[in-house]
Every structure is written in structure tokens, then in C-alpha cells.
């Protein structure tokens, strides 16, 4: 399919008369790593949870892989391919990280209550490939000496990691990362930079990203939106966006 | 990438595998040690420990894995475990007084099931509200069923007094109406249930719960599908919780009597899984033997020490205070329970062993 995997028109959305997305629109092309950059209450994660369908849109629509929805929720966002990480942590804190990412794949599951309860019919084979499909996806983002342990006992860096494991174990077509590397120290960003860049490259998955260190955004990403108080204030390449004025006035200027 | 916290978790145990597939293999063991034990106990013991022990503490722990699948597993929390231990009391007497050809298995299983259909409604408000409101709709329900058997007459064949005698058990042609029969039937129940039990809740079902009680929102977000998960969770529970019910009402008192499935069962239920471990499937024995044995031992240690000195009524009260100390004292020193004491005690052994 051509055309942008993803195309937002004029959403606007406000909380309790708070306008927090100002008649939005931009457009994330098939493959790129798109970045949403802006400061603290620019109305980055509410894009995101309209995206997937958390939050609803007061006006505009969204175009997902050419199919416009006003309202999706989000476990049929999550059918579609649409994955996501979360800027606080929402990893499953008693379960091990292998069944943190297996519960990622319980939306391709094909088989019954019954079937579980008493391990017959396809129970056991599609057990085995989901264990496979999970190991696999952990070797990948190298978290397998990790497998076993309760994700609660693990260090923050880790855990982001296993987010990552857990969105992308049902191979999305369009990754949303909330601040994936928030808290993370320099090798901590360089290495989920790396596995970002990884990602893109080998598995083809759009990403839309929001992350504050501008060093990050401008080595990782292809396209980057500017918002700034629920507007855009710029849109384009990495290098059009650190030479546009209302950019540097909004954002990049201002100390923080 | 390596932080230094976990080089320094992984640099202090090298042999950490080899310790958890010993402790693995002392577990299973004891399983079977058990279970063997369990089988042998009615040639040793007397009618006595039977009737008055070992039947009520296999029916509470069934009861209280049923309410763990959904409270400890699945995160909703209910006060509704006597209204369905009741229902399916109630449906498994109907069944055998009204299809006397049924087999046994197959009226309790069909019992649990009616059960297990209740629960999904009881459910239904679990998909809106959780926590605290989720606990006092369920205990609407409760006592909504309490109401409905006494109130219609016909779910106790209009018997005029308000426990009815059970019908008398049989399985192919062998009577089960002895101590021993009685045992062995809720026995028999008892570990298939469990193994059933134990095998959903490492399936994808049980993940889904367990995903569903640790993080709904992000569950839902990575398309767990919530508000199934949580009318399963629901189901299954009522499902076993019944069969617990038909169980108490007709292989330990004899008589199906919707006073013996009041407020008070749902709080000893949740008591049980809460000392014995939520989350655990051991937990729910451990926690039923907590509830089971220890008024037993605090009446034979009381009239010791005391010497009859005490009134009785006196002890019982406190029985209760000493309950409701070991329950808060639980909450905050070990929220996992006797069973997370017990992997703690294996996981020590399994590494003494190893070194």
C-alpha cells in the first residue's frame, strides 16, 4: 500500500475547555522514524493516546493505513498494528518478561478457554510459537538473560527495553514510543537508539517517537513535528526544523 | 548494554537455574508426597478427622482457588464466593433430585456450570467500576442470592424447613454416602479441579488475568481483550467456587442450607487467599489449612492452658480478634502470603542442597 501509513487533519482536543491539540495536522510516511518534539504540555502524549484511541478527538479525523476513523478503541487500534510504549512505566510488575511479551501476542491468539483449560487442539502448538516468536523478539532486543525475571525486580533502563519487547513482539506496522529513553543515562539512550534504529531498518516498523534530548531526536529521526501549545510549529527534516525561526522561538530557544 | 545493577544481580548468584529446577523438583515432590498421603489417609484416620477436618479443608481450599482465579489472578476482588458456593449447592440439588439419572460428576460439573453463568452476570459491573464498588456489588449480589433461596421455595423442592437432606450420593453403583466415600469424592474433586485449574492459570487465559489485575489500561492498549478477560475470570471462578458449594452442602454437612453460604463464608474465603498467597495455587491449601486447622488447635491449646477456666464463648471471640491480627499483620509483612514463605523455605533448601 502507498500513500502515509498514518495522517492526522485538523484534530483538536481540549480538557475541560483547555484546548490541548489546536486543529492539528501533519502526515507520517510509510517506514520513517517520525519524532514529536515540544515542551512539557505541548500535547505530545494526548497524540499519541488519540492515535490509539485512549483519548477521543473533539473534531478532525485520523487516517490509519487509509482507513479514516473518528473514534477507534484501543485494543482495535492494537488489531490494526498500531503498538505502543508508555512514559511511565505500564509493564505487567509481577509477571517475568517472557509473559510480559507473550501478552502481547494474546491478540493473535486463536484458541479457546476450553483449549487452555485442558491443553488439547491448537493449544500447545500455538503455545510453542508464541514462546518462539517472544524469545525471539528478547534475543532482539537483547533482554534474553533477563527472560525469567519478575520485570519488577529489573533496573528502569531494562524495563523500558521490555516495554519496546512487549509492543513489538505482534510486529505493529506503526510503533508509538512515549519518551522511550526518559530517565535513561548517555548509554542507556545510545544503545535504545541503536535498537530503535534496528527496529526500523529490519523489521520496517513506522515509528512516531516523542523525546526531549535533541541530540537523540536529530541523529535518529527522519522527519520531526514541532508542537507548541497544542499547535505545529514546524514540520520537516531534522535539519529544516533547526533552522526554522518559530522553531528556535517555541522550542529550541527557550532555556528549560 | 549493561548497568551495573544487574551485573551485580547475575555476579551474585552463577548457579541461580540449577537452585530453581532443584527447587522445582522438591516441589513437585512434595506434591506427590502429598497427594499420595492424602490418598492413604482413610485407612489411618478416624471417622472423626475425616468428617470434621479433612473434608471441610479440601472443599475451603477449592473455594478458595476458585476466588483466587479471579481475585488473586485476575484482580477483582469479591465478597460474593457463599452466593455462588449457594447456586451451585442449590443447581447440583435440583439436577440429582430432578435428572436422577445423571451420573454424579456429571450433575456437579453441570451445578458448577450454572454457577460459573451466574458469576458472569454478577461480572457484568466489573467491566465499569473496580476496586472498592466492584466488592460492594458483589456483595449485592450475595446477598440478593441469599434472598432467592430462601424466598422461592422451589429451589428447595418447597421443604418446609429451611436445610434440605441431600440426596444420597452414588457413583457406578458405589455408594459414596460413607466417611470414606464422602472423602474420596471430594478428594477426586478437588485435585482434577486444581490440575484444570493450574494448567489455565500458566495459559494464555491466566496471562491475560494477570495482565488484566497488574496494568488494565496498558493491557488493553497492547489488545488483551479486557472486559472478556475479566467475564471469564468471573465464570471460571463461579464455576469452581459452585462445585465447591455442592460439595460443602453434600459430602460435608449433609444438608443443602443457604445459612452455611452467608456473608461470613465469602469473608473466610477471602481470608484464606489472602494468608494463604493471592496469585498461588499452593496458597489456596495452605490458606484453607490456616482457616481450618488453627481454630482447631486454639481449642484443644485454649481448654488445655486454661483448664476450662475460660468460657467458652470468650475463646471463640478470641479466635476472631487473633484472625483479624494475623490478617492485617499478613497484609503488611508478606502481601504474597503463606506460599510466598513456603517457595522462600524451597528456593533456601534447594540452594543448601546445591552447594
Known amino acids: ?256 | 548494554m549493561s548497568t551495573i545493577g544487574t551485573e551485580a544481580i547475575e555476579g551474585f548468584n552463577p548457579s541461580h537455574e540449577t537452585v530453581q529446577s532443584t527447587r522445582d523438583r522438591l516441589r513437585a515432590g512434595s506434591v506427590v508426597v502429598l497427594l499420595a498421603a492424602l490418598a492413604g489417609i482413610p485407612l489411618v484416620a478416624n471417622d472423626y478427622w475425616l468428617n470434621a477436618v479433612l473434608i471441610p479443608f479440601l472443599i475451603m481450599s477449592l473455594t478458595a482457588l476458585g476466588l483466587n482465579l479471579l481475585m488473586g489472578y485476575a484482580g477483582q476482588a469479591s465478597l460474593g464466593s457463599g452466593g455462588f458456593m449457594s447456586v451451585g449447592a442449590y443447581a447440583t440439588y435440583n439436577l440429582l433430585l430432578r435428572l436422577p439419572e445423571l451420573p454424579l460428576p456429571v450433575s456437579l460439573l453441570l451445578g458448577g456450570i450454572i454457577s460459573g453463568l451466574v458469576g458472569v452476570i454478577a461480572g457484568l459491573p466489573s467491566l465499569r467500576i473496580k476496586g472498592f464498588y466492584l466488592v460492594a456489588s458483589t456483595l449485592a449480589t450475595q446477598f440478593l442470592l441469599e434472598w432467592l433461596f430462601n424466598q422461592y421455595g422451589w429451589f428447595s423442592n418447597y421443604s418446609t424447613s429451611s436445610s434440605i437432606s441431600a440426596p444420597r450420593l452414588a457413583f457406578l453403583g458405589h455408594d459414596l454416602s460413607s466417611p470414606t466415600g464422602r472423602y474420596l469424592l471430594t478428594l477426586t474433586t478437588v485435585v482434577v479441579v486444581t490440575a484444570v485449574a493450574a494448567r489455565l492459570a500458566r495459559s494464555q487465559t491466566g496471562r491475560a488475568w494477570m495482565a488484566i489485575r497488574d496494568m488494565d489500561t496498558a493491557a488493553s492498549v497492547i489488545g488483551v481483550p479486557v472486559s472478556a478477560g475479566k467475564l471469564k475470570a468471573f465464570f471460571v471462578s463461579s464455576l469452581v467456587i459452585g462445585i465447591a458449594g455442592a460439595l460443602w452442602a453434600f459430602a460435608y454437612l449433609g444438608t443443602v442450607d443457604a445459612r452455611s453460604f452467608n456473608l461470613d463464608r465469602s469473608f473466610q474465603v477471602m481470608f484464606a487467599i489472602i494468608i494463604g498467597g493471592m496469585g498461588s495455587i499452593s496458597g489456596n491449601f495452605l490458606g484453607a489449612a490456616f482457616m481450618i486447622f488453627v481454630p482447631i488447635l486454639l481449642d484443644h491449646f485454649g481448654g488445655g492452658v486454661f483448664g476450662g477456666a475460660v468460657d467458652p464463648g470468650q475463646l471463640e471471640n478470641f479466635q476472631k480478634a487473633l484472625f483479624g491480627a494475623l490478617i492485617v499483620w499478613f497484609l503488611i509483612k508478606e502481601p504474597r502470603g503463606l506460599a510466598a514463605l513456603l517457595s522462600r523455605a524451597w528456593t533456601r533448601l534447594a540452594s543448601r542442597i546445591n552447594r
Not at chain 1, 501533519?26 to 517520525?34: D, P
Not at chain 1, 524469545?135 to 525475571?149: G, N, P, V, W, Y
Not at chain 1, 513489538?168 to 539512550?189: I, T
Not at chain 1, 534504529?197 to 535518529?220: F, Q
Open chain 1, 1 to 256: 500500500m502507498s500513500g502515509p501509513i498514518l495522517q492526522l487533519r485538523d484534530v483538536s482536543l481540549s480538557f475541560q475547555g483547555i484546548k490541548a491539540l489546536n486543529a492539528l495536522s501533519f502526515e507520517v510516511a510509510r517506514g520513517e522514524i517520525c519524532a514529536l518534539i515540544g515542551p512539557n504540555g505541548a500535547g505530545k502524549s494526548s497524540l499519541l493516546n488519540i492515535i490509539n484511541g485512549v483519548y477521543r478527538a473533539d473534531s478532525g479525523s485520523v487516517t490509519f493505513n487509509g482507513e479514516q476513523f473518528i473514534r477507534i478503541r484501543p485494543a482495535h487500534a492494537a488489531h490494526l498494528g498500531v503498538g505502543r510504549t508508555f512514559q511511565h512505566n505500564a509493564l505487567f510488575r509481577h509477571l517475568s518478561v517472557l509473559d510480559n511479551v507473550l501478552a502481547g501476542l494474546i491478540r493473535h491468539s486463536r484458541t479457546t478457554l476450553l483449549e487452555h483449560a485442558f491443553g488439547v487442539g491448537r493449544d500447545r502448538r500455538e503455545t510453542r510459537e508464541f514462546k518462539r516468536r517472544a524469545d525471539e523478539i528478547i534475543a532482539f532486543l537483547d533482554l534474553t538473560r533477563h527472560r525469567d525475571t519478575v520485570v519488577a525486580t529489573l533496573p528502569y533502563g531494562v524495563q523500558k527495553r521490555v516495554d519496546l519487547a512487549r509492543a513489538l513482539v505482534g510486529r505493529p506496522s506503526l510503533l508509538l514510543l512515549d519518551e522511550p529513553m526518559a530517565g535513561m543515562n548517555q548509554d542507556e539512550k545510545h544503545e535504545m537508539s541503536r535498537l530503535i534504529l534496528e527496529t526500523n531498518a529490519s523489521l520496517g516498523t513506522t515509528i512516531v517517537l516523542i523525546e526531549h534530548d535533541m541530540s537523540v531526536v536529530m541523529g535518529l529521526s527522519h522527519h520531526v513535528v514541532v508542537l507548541d501549545y497544542g499547535r505545529k510549529v514546524g514540520d520537516g527534516s531534522p535539519e529544516e526544523v533547526r533552522k526554522n525561526p518559530d522553531v528556535i522561538a517555541a522550542y529550541l530557544g527557550t532555556a528549560h
